[in-house]
């Protein structure tokens, strides 16, 4: 009985790891630093680094209600260990965390940080994290964010 | 368990980061890159060996500056990293120094100068944060010296301290001058514009000025805050003689330097006019505290404030008590003479006063004879005569008796 019962459990055991897709673990997907990156007239975003391209008309629409004037901006994005990609720009109240997708960047989360609009944003990596900081106000305590929320620090 | 993991890692980083200016990293690297970008460009236009000597200090500078964020350039610098990025720039100023023709021994002893130069200048930024510090530690213990020993031990230590250390950084700036001057190896007509221009912004990239200019003051600070003894004030009045010894040596030069540029034509004249302040300060504090010496020790002189009053003043003083040797009885006359001698005299204003009043050009050679002749005069007026003096002169007296008497004993009469 206890013999049958291992050879069972043997069995099941290499069903469920066949069933497993492979996985590749730790993965980590970060850029070291934020990219900054002005939209061209039709809102087109490349990031020539890290071989990606976007369209940020609907994230300027979404935050702006403009989707017209999107050149005149520059948007500040930066990808985290897991991969999310964190996106803002001046006078943004949000901060976007968009996951991607088959040929698309998906929304996840939006994380509202400033009540009156963001001055100066910039993000740092920092370990699990991204660091929001205003660069004009090196004093101003930062916000830390995973794709999640805040984690630490308050809303402006 | 990931929670609780994340949560310590923010821990951390929040501890690390409490107290830490929030700068955008990118700014870093942008700022990092723009000085890379701007050295290339700079190299591509080195004329001079002195260009690019200077570039390559300034690319080591950078990398100092740097350093800490090294991981953080590794990490966003791309295709190179951190140390590749100077090795290129390296190799390009190699390249350029060999079509310019420049010669190896030349540039390597211009180098070095210019390593020396970096060096003082780093001695001078710390001394000047170092004296900071004494300055205020010593307002802080002047306060409450007067009742307490303890304090009063550091504040001599503490003044003692900065006064080496404002002596140092004075030399310093002077050397760093030198040095700088050094590396062009001509005067300041036979130098081209390119040089003139590259001299002048070594000079302000060291902050020349301002250190010539912090000198003063600090000297100035030091000389006025309470405390210093007249060994302190003879050596200020020494620092400051120096100090504008080697002005009147590096002054002209600036100014030749900055013939067409009239705000540093004024930013010497300030110095100048600084120098003066300080020196009439010194020159005031110097009798001031010569006379509080005197005073204190029962010696009060009329009022002076320069070498001929203070000579006059001083022996006439001293030939007043000469004159009185009859009034007053033997042994308070000696008493005063032995106080003043040992207080004041042998102490204080022989070996430290005089020679450095001297060497200022505060008192010639002449009135430093005469004082020291009037205290001769002194010292002989109230030592009593020596017994064996008087026994001296009996024994003359005697001898010149007995030889007449046995002169007058030897004539022969015309009888015999």
Redesign the interface.
């Known amino acids: 009985m206890k013999t049958t019962f291992c050879f069972l459990f043997c069995i099941l055991a290499f069903i469920i790891e066949g069933c497993t897709p492979l996985t590749l673990r730790p993965a980590d997907f970060s850029w070291?630093?934020?990219i900054?990156a002005a939209p061209d007239s039709s809102g087109s975003i490349q990031v020539p680094?890290y071989e990606i391209a976007f369209n940020s008309k609907p994230l300027f629409f979404e935050e702006l209600q403009d989707s017209t004037h999107v050149s005149q901006y520059t948007l500040h994005v930066v990808r985290d260990q897991n991969g999310y990609y964190f996106m803002t720009a001046k006078n943004f109240k949000s901060v976007y965390v968009f996951v991607q997708g088959e040929g698309t960047l998906k929304l996840k989360k939006k994380i509202t940080v400033s009540e009156k609009g963001l001055e100066a944003p910039?993000?740092?990596?920092?370990?699990?994290?991204i660091?929001l900081?205003?660069?004009q106000k090196?004093?101003?305590?930062?916000i830390?964010l995973?794709n999640d929320g805040i984690?630490?620090g308050e809303k402006k | 368990m990931k929670t609780i993991l994340q949560i310590f890692v923010l821990f951390l980083i929040s501890a690390c980061f409490l107290n830490a200016r929030q700068i955008s990293d990118r700014l870093i690297v942008n700022k990092f890159e723009e000085s890379v970008k701007e050295l290339h460009l700079f190299t591509d236009s080195a004329k001079t060996v002195q260009d690019c000597v200077e570039i390559n200090a300034m690319a080591d500078e950078l990398e100092v500056k740097y350093k800490e964020k090294k991981d953080l350039l590794d990490r966003a610098l791309y295709p190179d990293d951190f140390h590749k990025t100077f090795e290129k720039l390296r190799d390009k100023l190699a390249i350029r120094r060999n079509d310019l023709g420049i010669i190896e021994t030349q540039y390597i002893r211009i180098t070095e100068l210019e390593k020396h130069v970096h060096g003082l200048s780093d001695k001078v930024d710390s001394l000047s944060q170092e004296n900071e510090k004494l300055m205020n530690d010593m307002k802080r213990l002047s306060i409450t010296a007067a009742a307490n020993k303890a304090h009063f031990d550091s504040l001599q230590t503490v003044i003692s301290k900065l006064q080496q250390n404002l002596k140092e950084r004075d030399q310093l700036v002077f050397s760093l001058v030198d040095s700088l001057f050094l590396q062009y190896d001509k005067n300041i007509s036979d130098m081209t514009d390119i040089e003139k221009q590259s001299i002048y912004g070594k000079l302000e990239r060291r902050n020349v000025f301002t250190g010539i200019k912090k000198s003063i003051e600090d000297n100035l600070k030091f000389l006025q805050s309470t405390n210093l003894t007249p060994n302190d004030y003879a050596e200020i009045a020494r620092q400051n003689n120096q100090f504008t010894s080697q002005w009147k040596g590096v002054s002209p030069k600036l100014a030749d330097l900055y013939l067409s540029s009239k705000k540093k034509k004024d930013e010497v004249a300030r110095i100048d006019s600084l120098l003066t302040v300080w020196s009439k300060e010194v020159d005031r504090s110097n009798w001031t505290s010569l006379d509080t010496l005197l005073s204190r020790n029962g010696i009060v002189l009329k009022p002076f404030s320069n070498g001929d009053e203070f000579t006059s003043h001083f022996t006439e003083y001293i030939d007043t008590l000469v004159r009185n040797t009859n009034q007053e009885p033997e042994d308070i006359r000696a008493k005063r003479f032995n106080t003043f001698n040992d207080a004041i005299w042998k102490s204080n204003l022989k070996p430290i006063w005089l020679p450095v009043l001297v060497e200022s050009g505060k008192l010639t050679v002449d009135q430093k004879n005469k004082i020291e002749k009037a205290v001769d005069s002194w010292h002989s007026a109230v030592t009593p005569t020596s017994p064996i003096v008087y026994a001296v002169i009996i024994i003359l007296i005697l001898t010149i008796i007995l030889g007449l008497a046995m002169r007058f004993r030897k004539k022969p009469t015309a009888q015999e």
Not at chain 1, 122 to 129: M, S
Not at chain 1, 138 to 142: G, H, K, Q, R
């Open positions: 070291p630093i934020e900054v680094r910039a993000f740092n990596q920092k370990g699990l994290f660091q900081v205003n660069e090196e004093n101003e305590p930062s830390l995973s984690q630490e």
